[in-house]
């Protein structure tokens, strides 16, 4: 094999096999696709109702029956999905004999229906969980996506709540990507700002959980090791700055939902983090241990307010990305050849992130939602146990606490 | 289903279910894939040889070996492979009773391995072409990618040219897309420059004839009805001129072959033309009807001297998206509200589109292959027999013509 010079990419394997039937009406044609991957009997998982009010639910069950699908109803899956709900799904899967699962809804309901799908095969889900291991087996799984924002709609994991020890854990494996989903932005025409807001910061977040891993290909080099993928992480960043800000002003335009839609859907689905090591997801990590102790909290909420604190705490280790993260997706110039300059910028980059945020109505501190100092060291110690934290920076216990005490 | 205002943005369905194994070292991963998909008896399909100089050729051959796989050797596709090069490729997979092909190469073995694994299910392979019907069957596809370019690696279409009928027609179908790719940017180290520089021009005009499909959300907006799809598609470009630049200075640079690899990947795998209306393709259109006449033109040659002569032709029927690339791809300003600072920002997009292709060491005319004026009308036949041309603006057969001869 060739010899070459500089060597510094990261390897990585990509594969998001889902098929998305994106747009107006996409909702009844993903029928003859369940059907086509021979499932007769369906277990549907959904939320908590709007699938009825939207029309979601009329819509996606003629056409089953168009199919000739038989199906029976999950219904009631709540943010941050728990341990129980899974359970209780696996139950009703086996006892309906299910062949396949289709979720019907966001981010949460699509985590359990992914759970459901591998927990029929399992003695019990959360013993698979603490090993760690990818799942092996699982039902089919189908989506038809209703809120945008966590890209469980084209990725092969599932995050569930054990509310009893506190633990927001993931599991994944090939499996467990959905086969097919449909993404119709018209049935988010009518959610809420904040519920918006806070899925669009998500898919944000992300994005720049991998982003900030990216290096210059040599120092003071404008061309960056991961130059391809960093080029495509700030695409959907400030396409979901664009988009979200349209939502602000007219939550019912098309364009911007789906522009919105598109965007999320790469957020996590294997694409942003290709070359980048794994990305850095401490945040990640500290909202699972935050939402773990407090389960209504919002995902997305709980990251508004802890990622800027996580970037104020490492962006002087990391200045060149940070400078060029304020710079393509900020408009913050700066002078790439002098420190000072690179450093400031990379600090406005922060400002102007944690402006957005709040600026999209979105939460700046912790205590709002009853957090007080004394629950701290808990979740610390809970973000610890999943790994060690800190890809981009190894950060010890007191640099989390202060995360942490910094928004609380 | 909920009413909206303004629906703009066109459905689209995505899949690119390949597996990308991407990094160094990464060849002999693939032979284990192979063996999962249940192949025992391979067809290896490769070039010219130069597979055999580089170590791939070996490295692959261990790997096979150690996986238990079997394997027959079909050498010799050239670029713009032929049909008689697919019929003997099918003849040779039927005698070695094969069970998949695995193509070693660029984008004309990739395509050749395609096509040869439809055709062995198919009594001939060119009036299946003829009937432009989907590939319902065909024996399972791998690859190793050692000239970034086509995006074959990742899609489910090959280009064959038919030299007797003078025609470059393609065929799709979702089982050819390759189940596995190995990509190792480090083979590429060693490639000629004018072939790497062809090769990446012929990725940007992936990108390139979907992106002008793009429009305003609004008149005098910045925000694009597919507005996510043009930030994608702008990165990809910006990474891919990037590349080249690095690499005309240093050619065996890890990271920009590395870059220009991955974002080539993603200029014709079904993504660039996600909600932008099948794109235009006339200059595609163009260069097959090029190059079905004179086979010896390299594909990626042929578009950089017809591009830029497709884009001065239909730049003021769409000045808002070749204002828009002006800026985001070669940092051209212009001040969106006054029309006339619009289009002179398009037309200096045009133009500093041509230069950088001349740059690169790019043909900027047709004569020098030999084509004079008497060719033109026999190519534009050729060019009008597989559609109708122009989906941004369509084309009469003068407008072709000049589209031709302003480059002769």
Not at 249 to 277: E, F, H, I, Q
């Amino acid at each position: 094999m060739i010899r070459i010079k500089d060597s510094t990419m990261d390897n990585f394997t990509y594969c998001a096999p889902t098929r998305i039937l994106f747009g107006k009406g996409t909702i009844p044609a993903i029928a003859p696709h369940i059907s086509a991957h021979g499932v007769q009997r369906l277990l549907l998982v959904f939320g908590g109702g709007s699938a009825r009010r939207n029309g979601v639910y009329d819509a996606l069950t003629a056409a089953l029956r168009a199919a000739g699908i038989l199906w029976d109803e999950f219904w009631g899956v709540k943010p941050n999905p728990s341990l129980e709900q899974v359970n209780a799904g696996i139950a009703k899967a086996r006892v309906f004999d299910a062949q396949g699962v289709l979720a019907v809804g966001g981010g949460s309901v699509i985590d359990c229906g992914k759970a459901i799908a591998a927990g029929v095969h399992l003695d019990d889900y959360w013993t698979f969980v603490e090993t760690r291991k990818p799942a092996e087996r699982a039902l089919p799984v189908f989506a038809v996506l209703t809120l945008s924002g966590t890209s469980s709609e084209m990725n092969d994991k599932a995050v569930i709540t054990n509310e009893a020890e506190a633990k927001k854990w993931s599991i994944g494996g090939q499996c467990l990507a959905p086969k097919v989903t449909a993404i119709d932005p018209q049935v988010q025409a009518t959610l809420p700002w904040s519920l918006t807001a806070s899925s669009g910061i998500d898919a944000m977040t992300h994005v720049m959980e991998n982003y900030f891993r990216g290096r210059p290909a040599t120092a003071g080099n404008s061309f960056f090791r991961e130059e391809t993928q960093l080029q495509i992480n700030e695409a959907l960043l400030r396409s979901i700055v664009l988009s979200l800000n349209a939502l602000q002003k007219d939550s019912a335009s098309y364009d911007a939902r789906a522009n919105l839609a598109w965007a999320a859907c790469w957020g996590l689905n294997g694409m942003s983090v290709a070359g980048l090591s794994s990305g850095d997801w401490t945040s990640h990590a500290l909202e699972h241990a935050l939402s773990g102790l407090f389960p209504h909290i919002p995902h997305g909420a709980g990251l508004a307010v802890l990622f800027p604190s996580w970037m104020e705490e490492v962006y002087t280790f990391a200045p060149d990305i940070f400078a060029r993260f304020a710079r393509n997706v900020w408009g913050i110039s700066c002078n790439p050849a002098d420190p000072a300059s690179v450093l400031e910028a990379a600090d406005k980059g922060v400002t102007a992130t944690r402006a957005a945020f709040s600026g999209w109505g979105a939460p700046d501190n912790l205590s709002h939602w009853g957090v007080r100092e004394e629950h701290i060291p808990v979740m610390v110690q809970n973000a610890y146990s999943y790994r060690a934290l800190g890809r981009l920076v190894p950060l010890n216990e007191e640099q989390v606490t202060r995360i942490y005490k910094r928004v609380l």
